[in-house]
């Protein structure tokens, strides 16, 4: 795992945006695997900055979201399609058909996970993947637990990541409960990762992950250890306890 602590946030969504426009212009038809939550949203800011003023050209680049809420279709507010399409897909030259995120609205969310794996492995695989992570360690919505699903897969939310992610909600009850989610083995598929971690709350975790340097179901991201090519950027506050 290489870790490049930068300053503040800020320069941590500079640092990782650079990285992505470099895979980009190297690969005019990259797969990028995206991620939701606050983490990410500096750096798709910054990559719109970089189609705009240079030009960075999406036309050929497919996306593959991490994860999505069931019971929620792509027009609810607080549903990962919205949100994406919101935060970067409507302010860059992508295809959105290109866009791929979980259907929560899928009529049979156990068939879709397979044929969403299946979506990935015809798209070629991710060639970059960017992960938040939660501050209990999960990645994606894997949650820690004993056992963790290798594929794409119908999952439970923890407590304290209905309570984390409360906050974009009216109220604790209309978080969802369930969601679909890539599996562990789906994202470590992708050819490179890059885990964005920033801010005093993720510094307890981060500190676990960085340091302890041991695996475990409990702690999700720490399966990112196994992977070849982990870039973690990581602003101060994340990384000082
Ligand atoms: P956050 O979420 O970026 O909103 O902190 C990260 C995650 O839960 O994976």
Request: hydrophobic share 35%; net charge negative; aromatic share 6%.
């Amino acid at each position: 795992m290489k870790v490049i602590v930068e300053k503040n946030y800020d320069e941590l969504s500079k640092r990782a945006a650079s990285l992505l426009e470099e895979e980009i212009r190297n690969n005019p038809e990259l797969v990028l695997g995206l991620a939701t939550g606050s983490t990410p949203v500096g750096t798709y800011e910054e990559l719109i900055r970089a189609h705009r003023e240079r030009g960075l050209d999406f036309s050929k680049v497919s996306t593959f979201n991490l994860d999505e809420y069931i019971g929620l279709d792509g027009e609810h507010p607080n549903s990962y399609r919205y949100f994406m399409n919101e935060k970067l897909f409507d302010h860059i030259n992508i295809n959105k058909e290109k866009t791929y995120v979980p259907n929560g609205k899928a009529q049979n969310p156990i068939d879709y996970c397979a044929e969403y794996d299946g979506d990935i492995e015809r798209a070629g695989g991710i060639d970059i993947q960017i992960l938040g992570i939660g501050t209990n360690g999960h990645i994606a919505f894997n949650e820690p637990a004993d056992e963790l699903s290798v594929g794409t897969s119908v999952v439970q939310l923890t407590k304290s990541t209905i309570e984390d992610n409360s906050r974009f909600f009216d109220s604790m009850d209309e978080v969802p409960k369930t969601a679909i989610s890539m599996g562990i083995g789906s994202i470590l598929k992708a050819r490179k990762i890059i885990l964005l971690a920033s801010g005093k709350n993720k510094a307890p975790i981060m500190q676990k992950l960085l340091k302890e340097n041991v695996i475990s179901t409990k702690l999700p991201a720490s399966l990112l250890l196994l992977h070849p090519d982990v870039t973690v950027i990581v602003d101060e506050d994340a990384y000082n306890i």
